[in-house]
């Protein structure tokens, strides 16, 4: 039943929002942003940071007195699963990333996790320090204590999207906004309702403290990271656990998802499979029922046996061993504790919203498209945990390590939507290309963590004669690259992925086969571990064509297709097993040659061929370029290159020790040109 004072609360919204809609003509004034975040998470903070460096006017709603409320109670025990790898061997910080998956992106290198843990699975409150400190130190505007309770929308053709959204908090006061983020998670429990479900303690409430479970007999309903992160700790204290659910027990380590069970947390599988008394049992818990006898123990039966029953006494309903004796479950517990994980909180959304429900699997979060933007209402963008929806099971949107390059490509869409600020690119001459490809393969942690859901897309200029870099674009609204960038596709795209290979990861997937790894480049689309795909189309691919994709294909089928062997260390630089497969693809999608030549073979090129390749054009032929040294020289002439002409030559020409050394000369008419510069981390084309 409500509190009086809770009564008292929806009474005033209700008398709060009615005023509202009945403003037409002359509506009062009240707090108008831009944009509106609920939530001071981490999706949440990360977007109000991006807002932020952009100057756009913005604010964050947060009904806790500090950041990240969720972790100052989740995870109970306060050991986080998303490791904290503070070591790497390399000083790029870009590739760090890719192995630090509590960071939020920032231009502070002090914000950076490792500064608050050494843990490499750290503890929650690490978390919450972390992200008061982010939100503090970056002055993100955010209003703490302020819960959005009701959120509803006001038709208005001024509006950016033809609505402005009007939300409500617990005392009433409204607030006006034209963009809503919401970034609130996926934080109320789930919940299944069966006869005797009465006796089930849930894990937002069941005690941490092994002392309360001594000698006792445990049933966990559910098969996730929270009900074996429970029976860790107690497992050394109780008399036997069993676990019970619907799906069998997914490895993160067999389907390559981080949400499935994490080796940290996987010793009740030891006992069981030792056969130490724990076990795991498969049922739909819908069909189960829980009996609580005279002394307070918990028997499990089915419905079946309940609703055959004449009699509603406890003790007189049929249990499964009164017909089979030895039935799995017939062992009475004391204690039942439901771990079933979270969903998104709907109820604060007025049907105005439109705001609907996945379907099936993914029923707890909110319908929304792969733009993050829900699928019935324009300007309603959900970020973070609760947009998992977009790659469940499939990447890591729902984890910090995943949804911090989301949110950064949420916010690109919106700055190219109402600010014409179109999506960043860089822009390099076409014999950059392959040097381009294997920079960002190598070292970007946004392909890598978002695999097979953002992509970096390179867009081919008139002729071919040079190309845009856009890095991690939402792969699944690719037909709408043009207006949603503000870029233009000339020539043809190459889309660059990494994927793992198609029938590698599953629950019933034994990936610890011999021979599970593939080392030859023309095996290489027989690649199992993640690795790079790049995808070639003449022209981009239409919605239609989008819709039709193979299964488990991110992308359409497209007109050409290489694959990047797979590498045990994922460095993607070895000359022939790597870069060299890449530049002929390339070459062979493109019509021409992409590699490096000396100025005397551009000559050679330019009196035999009539077209030259793209480097000769773009440095010989202008005369810009690198000339050769004596050092090169020498190199050219031992690798058969070029003719040693030194050797023909007269005593005299090589004497004239006071004549200047050949190299200073050829120094002092190099011919410098900042475009072949760049990109000069990565390892030269052959």
Not at 130 to 159: C, P, W
Not at 363 to 388: C, M, Q, W
Not at 518 to 527: C, M, R
Request: aromatic fraction near 12%.
């Amino acid at each position: 039943m409500p509190s009086p004072s809770k009564h008292a609360q929806d009474l005033l919204l209700t008398f709060a929002l009615c005023l509202a809609s009945s403003w037409a003509d002359d509506p009062p004034v009240f707090p108008y942003h831009d944009y509106c975040i609920l939530g001071a998470g981490p999706s949440g903070l990360q977007m109000a940071y991006f807002l932020q460096r952009a100057g756009r006017d913005y604010v964050v709603f947060e009904r806790g007195s500090a950041p990240g409320r969720f972790f100052t109670l989740y995870p109970r025990h306060r050991k986080l699963i998303s490791i904290n790898k503070r070591y790497t061997g390399k000083s790029n910080s870009e590739f760090n990333l890719r192995h630090d998956w509590n960071s939020l992106l920032s231009h502070d290198s002090q914000l950076l996790f490792q500064h608050y843990s050494h843990d490499f699975f750290p503890d929650a409150d690490a978390m919450v320090r972390y992200l008061g400190d982010f939100a503090s130190l970056l002055d993100l505007q955010v209003r703490y204590n302020t819960s959005i309770n009701h959120v509803m929308l006001e038709k208005d053709t001024k509006a950016w999207n033809g609505h402005y959204f009007i939300l409500a908090d617990h005392s009433a006061q409204l607030y006006k906004c034209s963009v809503l983020l919401v970034a609130t998670g996926t934080w109320v429990p789930h919940k299944v309702h069966f006869p005797g479900s009465e006796y089930v303690e849930g894990y937002e409430s069941v005690s941490i403290d092994p002392e309360d479970f001594v000698g006792q007999s445990v049933l966990i309903l559910g098969r996730g990271n929270s009900a074996f992160e429970t029976a860790e700790n107690i497992l050394g204290v109780t008399n036997f656990i069993h676990m019970i659910s619907r799906s069998r027990v997914r490895l993160s380590w067999a389907t390559h998802y981080v949400g499935d069970l994490r080796a940290i947390n996987n010793g009740l599988l030891d006992t069981y499979q030792l056969k130490s008394l724990d076990g795991l049992l498969e049922g739909d818990l819908e069909d189960l029922v829980l009996i609580k006898d005279k002394k307070g123990k918990l028997h499990t039966t089915l419905r079946f046996y309940l609703e055959n029953s004449n009699s509603s006494e406890a003790e007189s309903i049929p249990l499964p061993q009164d017909e089979l004796d030895n039935f799995a479950a017939r062992a009475p517990y004391d204690r039942a504790i439901r771990c079933l994980g979270w969903q998104f909180d709907f109820s604060i959304f007025n049907k105005s919203v439109g705001l609907m429900k996945g379907k099936g699997s993914k029923k707890k979060y909110p319908l929304i498209k792969p733009s993050y933007e829900a699928k019935a209402t324009r300007g309603f963008f959900v970020l973070g945990t609760a947009s998992h929806s977009v790659d469940f099971r499939k990447s890591a949107g729902g984890f910090i390590h995943g949804f911090r390059y989301t949110a950064r490509a949420v916010h690109r869409l919106l700055e190219v939507r109402h600010h014409d600020v179109p999506w960043p690119c860089s822009v390099y001459p076409i014999m950059q290309l392959t040097n381009a490809i294997v920079k960002r393969v190598n070292e970007a942690s946004g392909l890598y963590q978002m695999f097979s859901v953002l992509a970096d897309v390179i867009l081919l200029k008139e002729n071919a004669t040079a190309f845009e870099y856009l890095e991690e674009y939402p792969v699944g609204v690719l037909q709408d690259l043009e207006w949603r960038t503000g870029r233009k596709v000339q020539e043809g795209l190459f889309v660059i992925l990494m994927e793992y290979g198609k029938n590698f990861s599953g629950a019933d997937k034994d990936v610890f086969y011999y021979n599970r790894a593939v080392g030859e480049p023309q095996h290489a689309w027989q690649s199992n571990f993640l690795h790079p795909v790049i995808y070639y189309y003449k022209r981009l691919p239409t919605e239609r064509e989008m819709r039709l994709s193979p299964p488990d294909w991110p992308l359409p089928r497209p007109d050409a297709i290489h694959h990047i062997v797979e590498d045990f260390l994922t460095d993607w630089t070895a000359p022939n097993a790597h870069i060299l497969p890449l530049r002929r693809f390339l070459e062979n999608c493109l019509g021409t040659d992409l590699r490096r030549f000396y100025a005397e073979s551009c000559f050679l090129f330019a009196l035999t061929r009539r077209r030259l390749p793209p480097f000769c054009q773009q440095g010989y032929m202008r005369m810009q370029g690198l000339m050769g040294n004596e050092r090169l020289r020498r190199h050219g002439v031992e690798a058969g290159l070029l003719e040693d002409y030194t050797a023909v030559d007269s005593p005299n020409e090589q004497e004239g020790s006071s004549m200047q050394s050949h190299d200073q000369l050829l120094e002092d008419h190099m011919t410098p040109n900042g475009q072949l510069q760049q990109l000069i981390s990565t390892k030269d084309e052959l």
